[in-house]
Every structure is written in C-alpha cells, then in structure tokens.
C-alpha cells in the first residue's frame, strides 16, 4: 500500500479568515481578557441553544467544577457519572470531596447505562446529589428518562456536553435540558476557542452563582467595573470563587466559529456518513451510532469497535502510525485509571472494560476531505488484512 507523505493527526482546528478578523479586532480594541466579546459570545451561544443563560469559562472541566460548586455539592455527596468519559467529569467530584459512583455504558452508544442510574438510586437515595450523564461523542442521552428520574428524586441533572456543541434532543438543543450542561471550546471541538468552556441554564440562580464562582467570587465582573456601564471600581468577592473566566480573544474564536455552525455541521455529516458507507461490508468493524429515535448526533469524534478480540487495538493504532494515520481512544474507562483503581478497587464495568480494549478513535475534523477519508478506511482493511491477520 502507497502510505501518504504527510501525517494526518486525528483532528486539526478550521480557522479562517473570519476567526482571525474577529481575533485583530480584540487586540485593535483594547479588550483582550475577559471583555464585550466575552458577553457576545455568551448570549449568541445561549440564543443557539435556546437558554436564558451562558456563562463562559476557561474549559469544560472548569464549567463542570463550577456547575458542582454551584450545586452545593461537597463532602459526604454522592454523584453518579459515566465510567467511559474523560477524566474531568470524575476528577471534579473528587476536587469538591464528594463519591463519584461509576455506572457502566451502552456497548453500542458507550452513553451511561441507565440501570446503573437506578440501582445506585436505590442504593444511596438521598445522599446522591446529583447525576452527570456525558453526551459520548455527542449522541445524547435518553434525555426524557433522566428528566423524570429527576422530577421523581429531586437529583439535579448536570449533562456533561463537551462533545454536544451541535447536538440536539426531539428537535430541541441538548444544552436546554437538565439544570445545567456543559460545554466544551477545545482546539479539537467541534467549535474551537482554542480552550474554553460554557455553562447553560435557565436557572437564574444557579446563572448568577455560576457568574460569581467562576470570577474570584465577585458579584461584579471586569467588564461592569471598568467599562461605562458602571461608575465605581468597589466590589468585594462574596464567596472564595475561582479565577476560571474565558477570554475577549478566546470568545473571538467562538463567535466566528458558532457564526459559521451551519457549514461545519455539514462538513461533518458528510465525512460521518461516507466514513459508514465504506465501513459497510467490514464485518471486523462496527461503525459508531449515528443518530437515535429522538436524538440527533453532533459528530465529534469517530469512534469504531475492533471486534475480532484476536486483534490487538494497540498494535492495530501502531500500524496505522506507520502510515501516517494519527488515532486514539475516546476513552479508557476513569474506574481503570490509576487513581480511581486504587481508591475504588472494587468498581467492576463489563461494558466498558470490553470497550477499552475495542474502541478506537480515527481522523475527522472539517479541514478533511472525502480523500482522507477514503484513505484511512482502505488503511484500516489493509492493516486488517494484510498485516495483523498474516503476523
């Protein structure tokens, strides 16, 4: 097989000349941290997503520690998350010194398997404060399930979104549901701000507790006090907050991004969809879920299933190496990581301890073509015929 002379990484950001427009006038106008682009970004995105509010942060897992902060949840809490997700979304609650409670996944959607959700409901009542089920490669949750557990328990739902940017639920954007959702800005998102991350709400509480956390605790942010909407400089932080706000150069990014969501969502269809219509006839392979009955999938990453258990995945991403393809994996399960194996020794997920041996993540962003595309599948079942299978 003729190998391609430039690597191609699992995903690059698409910036154009109308980021970089929107970039020259931040630094032109003198507001280059968190300033009137910052609150731009904030209320277009909440618009997209039909919130009342959109509170931005520095990354997603600060959105989520913020989220929590807001929450009051603390010591002796338990929260019920997804054991196939990135770290983040456990990390946080062991940051705030709660019990993170992991669930299994879907073999098929790797999203949180929902009889886990109730078995530990059953388990724990009343010390479980709150649910962050994880949008896995933006297919979203059986939303409607997890809003009448809430109503039915009183257990705030915090929806980890940070591949969900463009996904949406029975014709509704995913980040109206729950108390809160979070989202995510990084470099390789499906909308880049570089780094970032986004809290949505139509709590108006839980809005303004989230603005004072993320922001040194202050009831007032920069923006207000040194700008003309405000006339005196004196504020005092009401609680110790945190320093976790985006920028005016970062929200620049986003707003060209968010204004130009229509193309990359399209762009990224596209690949997903021809991406499975070469995968069809190979039976090793099993193609990601595209989309369910009610939900409508956002296309972050494209996460197949090695299912010949013969085959070593780390040994097939190796070869893939060889031919210039950059893959990965989304994600090997928090419970197996180090920390959480050690401190939680006894969490046993069969789902996802398969799926960490099967997953792996290959090439796909909006700079990519159909020739990419047609690249990596033909390596896939070139190293599966011809390297693996004759070794």
């Not at 609150?39 to 600060?62: D, W």
């Not at 990135?86 to 299994?104: H, K, R, Y």
């Not at 197949?304 to 097939?316: A, T």
Request: hydrophobic share 35%; aromatic share 10%; proline share 4%.
């Amino acid at each position: 097989m003729k190998i391609r002379e430039n690597f191609l990484p699992l995903a690059v950001p698409d910036i154009g000349d109308a980021e970089k427009a929107e970039v020259l006038d931040s630094l032109e106008s003198g507001w280059i941290s968190v300033g009137p682009k910052v609150r731009k970004f904030e209320e277009e995105f909440a618009a997209y997503h039909g919130v009342k509010h959109a509170i931005a942060t520095s990354s997603c897992t600060t959105a989520l520690l913020v989220a929590v902060t807001a929450l009051g949840i603390g010591p002796g809490d338990y929260v019920i998350v997804p054991t196939v997700t990135w770290q983040s979304t456990a990390n946080i609650v062991e940051q705030v010194g709660a019990v993170p409670l992991f669930t299994d996944v879907e073999k098929d959607t790797q999203n949180m398997k929902f009889e886990d959700v109730e078995d530990y409901i059953g388990r724990y009542g009343e010390k479980i404060k709150a649910i962050i089920p994880v949008h896995m490669s933006g297919l979203p949750v059986d939303m409607d399930r997890f809003s009448e557990i809430s109503d039915k328990h009183g257990i705030p739902i915090l929806y980890d979104a940070a591949h969900a940017v463009f996904s949406s639920y029975k014709g509704k954007m995913v980040g109206g549901f729950g108390q809160m959702s979070c989202f995510s800005f990084y470099a390789t998102k499906n909308i880049t701000c570089g780094d970032g991350g986004i809290i949505t709400t139509n709590d108006d509480d839980l809005a303004e507790r989230c603005r004072v956390w993320s922001y040194h605790g202050l009831p007032k942010d920069s923006w207000k006090r040194y700008s003309e909407e405000s006339g005196s400089p004196h504020v005092q932080c009401v609680v110790p907050g945190y320093k976790f706000n985006l920028t005016d150069l970062q929200a620049a990014l986003g707003l060209a991004q968010l204004r130009r969501r229509d193309e990359l969502i399209k762009k990224r269809n596209d690949l997903i969809i021809y991406y499975n219509e070469l995968f069809e006839n190979l039976d090793c392979i099993e193609t990601p879920v595209f989309e369910t009955a009610h939900g409508k999938w956002g296309n972050h990453v494209y996460v197949i299933k090695i299912l010949d258990e013969q085959i070593d995945r780390d040994r097939f991403m190796q070869e893939l190496r060889k031919l210039n393809i950059g893959s990965n994996l989304h994600f090997y399960p928090v419970h197996k990581n180090i920390y959480y194996k050690r401190k939680y020794p006894d969490v046993v997920l069969p789902n996802a301890e398969w799926l960490m041996q099967r997953i792996l993540t290959l090439p796909l962003c909006t700079k990519y073509s159909r020739q990419d595309v047609e690249y990596v599948v033909n390596s896939v079942r070139y190293v599966y015929d011809y390297v693996i299978n004759e070794a």
